[in-house]
Structure formats: structure tokens, C-alpha cells
């Protein structure tokens, strides 16, 4: 399995910004449509952001406004660049195929987002 690889994360105040990078080999990396995950300590694992082949993105609620989902096929990677970032956003962020499928989860990283 082609397993994806998040990084990027860390620790930042609130009001910060950072940008979550995702990458994965393969060569149809631009046909994929995929997604950005996070979840909380004890919560369930939810989707914040998804992206199609074609560029068009999707966000979650409570992300609209200060998440941006993009892409570069190039570089076989997707990104997310989190501004506005509240202590609520403290999570491990994961990326996957949109329809998230089990076997393809990655360590994810952590993001903590201090008040």
C-alpha cells in the first residue's frame, strides 16, 4: 500500500497560521480526490477539507473561512493552510482519499493550538 505522509504540524498560539503538507507516490496522484482528517483527544476522527482532481474544495463548518485546501500534482502533494487557528483545532490532522479508506491512514501530524 501507497500509505500518505502528513507533516508540517507543531505547536502555535491562538490566532496563528500553519500549513499542512500531505504527499503520496504514485503516479495518478492527480486523478485522486482527497481529503484532509482531524481528530481530537476523544473525539472521533472528522473530515475538514476535501479536494477533487479538478481543484474544486469542500470544508467542514467550523473550518470555512480559515482553512484552505489545495494541490500540487506536480509535487504529488496537498496542502492545508490553517490561519485563524483556535485551541478547538488541537488534533492530529491526517490526510486521505476523500471516501477515507482504513488501510490507507498515515501517522498524521499533530497540531496544539495554545489560548
Known amino acids: 500500500q501507497v500509505q500518505f505522509v502528513e507533516s508540517g504540524g507543531g505547536l502555535v498560539q491562538s490566532g496563528g497560521s500553519l500549513r499542512l503538507s500531505c504527499a503520496r507516490s504514485g503516479s495518478l496522484f492527480r486523478a485522486l480526490h482527497l481529503g484532509w482528517y482531524r481528530q481530537a483527544p476523544g473525539k472521533e476522527r472528522e473530515s475538514v477539507a476535501s479536494?477533487?482532481?479538478?481543484?474544486?474544495?469542500n470544508y467542514a463548518d467550523s473550518v470555512k473561512g480559515r482553512f484552505t485546501i489545495s494541490r500540487d500534482n506536480g509535487k504529488n502533494t496537498v496542502y492545508l493552510e490553517m490561519s485563524g487557528l483556535k485551541p478547538e483545532d488541537t488534533a492530529v490532522y491526517y490526510c486521505?482519499?476523500?471516501?477515507?479508506?482504513?488501510?490507507?491512514w498515515g501517522q498524521g501530524t499533530q497540531v496544539t493550538v495554545s489560548s
Open positions: 479536494i477533487t482532481p479538478g481543484g474544486t474544495t
Open positions: 486521505n482519499f476523500a471516501r477515507a479508506r482504513d488501510d490507507f
